[in-house]
């Protein structure tokens, strides 16, 4: 059975799921999507891969996923060669659920602000310059 990672390097998301495979020594195939080019709009990916049309998603046989924790959680249940110490007991699993969770509540949303605010310095700059 071939995985397929659906891939744009430039996510962070992405390269979690990546660095997973490569570390685990996980045979994968990477897909790339090109988000600058839209490619992840288009029926092929939003319509066969990902209804929620965003990177990274996977496709392991017939079982598709996305999300990037849900897809590290798959990856370390179902291939052998992953060590124990990835996901262990149910403590150790509910402290990891509890880390993953706050990193999509707080460190995600963090630097998607910062380039936002400096996008809006950028154009209140062009405004001043062009005398407006
Ligand atoms: N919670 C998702 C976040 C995925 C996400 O935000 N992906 C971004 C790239 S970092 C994306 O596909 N953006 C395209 C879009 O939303 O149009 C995960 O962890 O997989």
Known sequence: MKLNVY????????RAVLIFCKVNGINYEE???DIAKRQHLTP???????????????????????ESHAI?????????GVAD?????????SKIHSVLDW???NLR??????LMLQWIKLFK????????
Request: proline fraction near 10%; hydrophobic fraction near 40%.
């Open 7 to 14: 891939a744009d390097r430039m996510s962070q998301p992405v």
């Open 31 to 33: 897909v790339r999507v």
């Open 44 to 66: 092929e990916y939003a319509g066969q891969i990902n209804p929620m049309k965003q990177l990274p998603a996977i496709v392991d046989g017939r079982f598709k996923l996305f």
């Open 72 to 80: 590290l959680t798959y990856l370390a249940c179902s291939f052998p």
């Open 85 to 93: 110490h990835w996901y262990p007991d149910v403590f150790k699993r």
């Open 103 to 105: 990193h999509h509540s």
């Open 109 to 114: 949303p963090g630097p998607g602000v910062f």
């Open 125 to 132: 700059f062009f405004l001043l310059v062009h005398g407006y």
